[in-house]
């Protein structure tokens, strides 16, 4: 089989993507895959069922933060030249007359790698994935540090006896970048997948965790930390791109012409598709299939119609484990549903007819939710307002207090209800989304969802408090996972 037959490319825009993941269990709330009954059941609650969002790409409120004059490199050094390149282990020096070393860096765990020692470069192989080097002049002034990277191949991977067709998976993970920002700063590249290469889009894909870290903990591992056994000759790439998108509405958009560039060089070798971010909650995702399964498969038929479903991290998971263990036994034809033992999500690959799609049946936290819900706004001054205000600022300083952090923090202060919102036709209690203000020297902004109980208590109905604005540095003395929630006392010092 040839490479071109064998390529499946995916393209990931994705959200930003720190801490343990979790979600509420809200009266019913499973983290199961459900089927649907034949049934007529009746809505209970506003999370029985799900109305998506369709949005504008070019909405005003986005269009004055588009500056298609934003230039990443203005004030890079352009003298700079590379003196250390890496190849097959090895590290070579392109300038004479200067002293280089390099190290290895392995992961030792979540946070911490494991630094090997630095070793001149001129009798050294290094073989790990990821490699600095480190250049000093005659005088001992240290010119250059760089790091490295490359793929060392392995030796211990179980092989295959089958004769099943495997495809390769290439994925291009394009950080904290949304669905409209592709469609905005990615024209050509979109176009190029959607009009040559047969792209489904799947505009409706909910994020399960605030950032980088608890998503791709869906992707890669799912409920259960399994290893993942990849044979020899089919191969499984994926490249993460972290910076390009991240802080800058506009930074994608010189990356364009070099990523069609790409596609368009390795057309022959690949097919592919993307995956991306429609807003800070909701990655979209486009696949693009071997032109082989195009023709003798009704996989796109089943891909357009899942497109149009609520769709997870866990969803993209079930089909990378569908590509892996399943669908080479049937040449890629079985679009029969089918539940993965110990896993969350339903295959791409495969009907979803009957999987009840909502962030209830999911394993959404509610406040990631993209689903639309039939609400009331309500007046920001009222007392409901006010308490319900309260409630969530108790509940932030409580969370520091509960972390031993609060002396490190200012203690926050309810200052006014920007916005609160109820939800209609549900009967687990009166719930609100509300949007707060603190006082100063914090002025941070936080939206959640909260309950009042039969018995007039509040308590929490999102896993967690958002923060709504930006906070720079205020929170700098804190873990990754309370910076947003702390301004810390001592400014401008970690």
């Given at each position: 089989m040839k490479a071109s037959d064998r390529g499946l490319l995916l393209v990931a825009g994705c959200l930003a993507f720190a801490l343990i993941w979790a979600f509420i269990v809200l009266d019913g709330y499973t983290t199961t895959l459900i089927y649907a009954s034949d049934g007529s059941d009746t809505v209970v609650d506003p999370f029985d069922e799900c109305i998506l969002p369709h949005f504008d790409p070019w909405n005003q409120d986005i269009v004055p933060f588009v500056n298609l004059d934003s230039n990443p490199l203005k004030n890079c050094n352009r003298t700079f030249k590379v003196i250390t390149r890496l190849k097959s282990n090895v590290l070579y020096s392109t300038e004479k007359k200067v002293n280089c070393s390099g190290r290895c860096l392995n992961r030792k765990s979540e946070n911490i790698n494991d630094i090997g020692p630095w070793i001149p470069i001129n009798s050294a192989v290094f073989a790990c994935d990821v490699v600095e080097s480190t250049c000093d002049d005659q005088n001992g002034n240290n010119i250059e540090r760089m790091i490295h990277a490359q793929i060392v191949e392995r030796n211990d991977r179980e092989k295959k006896r089958d004769n099943h067709t495997y495809y390769d998976v290439y994925v291009i993970l394009l950080d904290s970048t949304s669905a409209s920002q592709a469609i905005r700063n990615l024209p050509k590249t979109m176009h190029f997948f959607e009009k040559s290469m047969d792209a489904v889009s799947f505009p409706h894909v909910n994020k399960v965790g605030l950032n980088s870290h608890p998503n791709a903990i869906a992707?890669?591992?799912?409920?259960?930390?399994?290893?993942?056994?990849?044979s020899d000759k089919p191969k499984f790439a994926w490249l993460w791109l972290s910076l390009l998108g991240h802080d800058d509405e506009s930074g994608l958009i010189h990356a364009d012409s070099d990523f069609l560039r790409f596609f368009l060089d390795n057309k022959k070798k690949v097919t592919r598709t993307e995956l991306g971010n429609l807003d800070v909650n909701n990655p979209a995702f486009t696949i693009s299939i071997p032109r082989r399964l195009r023709t003798t498969t009704n996989i796109l038929s089943a891909l357009r119609a899942n497109a149009v479903l609520l769709q997870t991290m866990y969803d993209v998971r079930a089909t990378f484990l569908d590509i892996l263990k399943h669908q080479p036994a049937l040449n890629f034809t079985d679009r029969s549903p089918m539940i993965f033992e110990g896993e969350y999500g339903a295959s791409l690959l495969r009907s979803q007819e009957n999987v009840k799609k909502s962030c209830k049946h999911l394993p959404i936290p509610v406040e990631y939710c993209i689903c639309t819900y039939e609400m009331e706004?309500?007046?920001?001054?009222?007392?409901?307002?006010?308490?319900?205000g309260n409630f969530i600022v108790w509940y932030i300083n409580s969370a520091l207090r509960k972390n031993n952090v609060s002396h490190l923090c200012e203690h926050l202060k309810h200052d006014r209800t920007l916005k609160i919102s109820s939800f209609k036709g549900?009967?687990?209690?009166?719930?609100?989304?509300?949007?707060?203000?603190?006082?100063?020297?914090?002025?941070?902004?936080?939206?959640?969802?909260?309950?009042?109980?039969?018995?007039g208590e509040f308590e929490m109905v999102s896993a967690k408090v958002s923060r709504v604005n930006r906070f720079g540095n205020t929170g700098a003395c804190m873990s990754s996972a309370l910076k947003s929630l702390c301004h810390c006392k001592k400014q401008g010092k970690s």
């Open positions: 992707l890669f591992f799912g409920p259960v930390l399994a290893p993942v056994l990849l706004d309500l007046e920001s001054s009222t007392q409901l307002a006010n308490e319900t549900n009967k687990v209690g009166k719930m609100y989304s509300v949007t707060i203000r603190v006082k100063p020297p914090s002025m941070g902004e936080f939206k959640a969802v909260v309950r009042r109980t039969d018995g």
